[in-house]
């Protein structure tokens, strides 16, 4: 597996790393148990504590030039890099005040004794992530897990390795000891053997279903407790009293930030019939209007995609998704320019028998359904593979209430397209995965809730 640096704008290769050895492996499986084994008894929190300060203070001093990094590994804008290196370290604060709440012993109540609930590490977590947040995706896992005591090995994206490099740097420049975040360059068949390690207890991974079925299999086949963060198919759904100005406003952060490549990006809008001719002139004017061109020139707005065979796979779904009928309503011509640029592209008409009905379009491609009753809508938007986030637009919030509640989700978002924050737990149902990350019940995922009982 060959970990590269080629940057989507220039197309040239950065950097070029060795894949780690088994040696390196077997390094970074001792480091993060011994660690494991001093905080396993609940010591060390307050220095693993003034550890995440230190790390939110050296990602807010060095916020550009990180972000500088990541944008140079899969293309983002420099300004969405920027707002991600901000988030990473919002995580921090977050965190650090929660960590005493959230890992505190639990009472609980028993007429026959006395018992509690110890918050302990459970072990090494192999954390297996993407490239399209090469930050966050890491940070979101690693702080509160760092905090809990467990250490973590991580095995990146192969296309965005500098930035997990720099990322596990940092980690070990703001005080971490060696082996509590091991950034390795490893294959498939060395995540399987990591996972398989006894010293390894559970495993995370953020990716698309086919790379989370495979990881997820090897989790099971060695008894690893796991929580998979995988795709989706997140409908916006529009009801009919929707204001049409403040939509427009919402769908280029909804469908074009980090140039559609977001696992919760608004992919299929479900839109009524009274304002579906709108809607549509309104979509087109918004993506007509994108500038396409350097992702470190902050005047451009829509970034490259982050690879040749990611923008490959893009233009093969949408070829597909017409050749069984659908409409482009706009978009889907080549661009003239060197980078993985993809034109912005508005799709009609897919039917249920179109192959792409039911598949996840990584991109800046917008999919547009209309819809005659509420009813018809929301089937519409349940009838996914995926049940990861979505989004209700409309005047009346308690009306957009009782929908959101009706769909089969993980997350839902009324009248704002998708977010992330420290304090909201994210993740998906159905095949979006399973478990979630952030907020308290990110933080619990691998913590081993080991009651105490005592007889009176
Ligand atoms: P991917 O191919 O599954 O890759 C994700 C990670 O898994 C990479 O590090 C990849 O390594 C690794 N991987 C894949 N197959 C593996 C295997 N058999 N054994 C070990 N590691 C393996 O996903 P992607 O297409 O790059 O990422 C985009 C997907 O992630 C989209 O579907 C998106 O919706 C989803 N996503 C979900 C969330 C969420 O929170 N739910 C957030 C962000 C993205 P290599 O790079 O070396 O192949």
Not at 329 to 349: A, C, R, S, W
Not at 353 to 358: A, L, Q, R, S
Not at 376 to 398: Q, R
Not at 433 to 453: I, P
Request: a negative charge; hydrophobic letters at 40%.
């Amino acid at each position: 597996m060959a970990y590269k640096t080629v940057n989507p704008y220039t197309n040239e290769v950065e950097h070029e790393y060795e894949q780690s050895s088994n040696q390196e492996v077997e390094q970074a499986l001792a480091n993060g148990y011994r660690l494991y084994q001093q905080w396993r008894a609940g010591d060390g929190l307050a220095e693993r504590k003034a550890i995440i300060t230190k790390l939110g203070q050296l990602l807010r001093e060095r916020r550009t030039e990180l972000a500088e990094v990541m944008t140079r590994d899969m293309g983002k804008l420099i300004g969405e890099a920027e707002g991600e290196v901000d988030l990473c370290a919002s995580f921090c604060d977050y965190y650090v005040e929660k960590a005493d709440e959230f890992l505190a012993p639990e009472p609980i109540y028993t007429p026959s004794g006395n018992a509690y609930v110890l918050k302990q590490a459970s072990g090494i977590i192999m954390a297996v992530e993407p490239w399209n947040f090469p930050f966050y995706q890491i940070a979101r896992v690693f702080i509160p897990n760092f905090l809990v005591g467990n250490p973590m090995i991580l095995k990146d994206a192969s296309n965005c390795p500098t930035s997990a490099k720099v990322f596990a740097d940092l980690v070990s420049e703001a005080g971490a000891p060696d082996g509590s975040l091991t950034n390795l360059f490893v294959s498939y068949d060395q995540v399987g053997d990591i996972i398989a390690d006894k010293r390894v207890q559970g495993v995370c991974l953020t990716g698309s279903e086919r790379g989370g079925q495979s990881v997820a299999t090897e989790a099971a086949r060695n008894l690893k407790k796991n929580t998979m963060e995988l795709g989706g198919n997140d409908a916006f759904l529009v009801m009919p009293d929707a204001d049409i100005d403040k939509l427009e406003e919402v769908i280029p952060s909804a469908r074009l930030y980090n140039a559609g490549q977001v696992c919760t990006s608004s992919k299929r809008f479900i839109v009524p019939d009274n304002l579906y001719d709108e809607f549509l002139a309104r979509a087109k004017k918004v993506f007509a209007n994108v500038k396409m061109g350097d992702p470190l020139d902050r005047s451009t707005t829509l970034a490259p995609m982050n690879s040749k065979r990611a923008k490959e796979k893009l233009q093969k779904q949408v070829d597909t998704a017409i050749e069984n009928g659908a409409t482009v309503y706009y978009g889907n011509e080549p661009v003239d320019l060197p980078g993985q640029f993809f034109m912005p592209t508005i799709l009609t008409d897919i039917t249920k028998d179109n192959p792409i009905f039911d598949q996840e379009l990584f991109g800046p491609v917008m999919v547009v359904y209309k819809y005659h009753n509420l009813d018809e809508a929301i089937e519409l938007a349940n009838d996914s593979s995926y049940g990861l986030g979505n989004t209700i637009f409309g005047e009346d919030v308690k009306k957009a209430r009782e929908v959101a509640a009706k769909i089969e989700a993980g997350m839902s978002w009324i009248n704002a397209g998708w977010a992330s924050l420290p304090e909201l737990p994210f993740g998906g149902v159905k095949h979006s995965g399973y478990g979630r990350e952030l907020a308290k019940q990110g933080m619990m995922s691998f913590v081993n809730e080991h009651l105490v009982y005592e007889a009176e």
